[in-house]
């Protein structure tokens, strides 16, 4: 399995931009559907967004869709997640997983987490 670091969190206001950062390990790194999920105090672990192996397939939260994008480039086996307009219910731990499969956005088929990295958003 890629082994997977986040960063990029922070303490930001409402309304705010934020990008986080997500360094795999692997030269397969390219070959893995990769993801963010997040998980406030409290609340279940939720799905934030997806991307295929070569980027060509996305797919959005609900809550996040206009807002957040997600991207990745192969080259430095990095994942990133780009966030605007953040609101007070975006405050959380984002994980970023990677799964075998060319895509995915079940939480199940990921095997490979990162140990998150917190975002806080004051209002």
């Known amino acids: 399995q890629v082994q997977l670091t986040e960063s990029g969190g922070g303490s930001v206001q409402t309304g705010d931009s934020l990008r986080l950062s997500c360094q795999g390990n692997?030269?397969?790194?390219?070959?893995?559907?990769m993801a963010w999920f997040r998980q406030a105090p409290g609340k279940e672990r939720e799905f934030v967004a997806a991307i295929s192996w070569n980027g060509d397939r996305t797919k959005y939260a609900d809550s996040v869709n206009g807002r957040f994008t997600i991207s990745r480039n192969n080259v430095r086996n990095a994942l990133y997640l780009d966030m605007t307009n953040l609101k007070p219910d975006d405050a959380a731990v984002y994980s970023c997983a990677a799964t075998r499969k060319p895509y995915s956005d079940y939480a199940p088929d990921f095997g490979s987490w990162g140990p998150g990295t917190q975002v806080t958003v004051s209002s």
């Open positions: 692997r030269r397969t790194f390219a070959s893995y559907g």
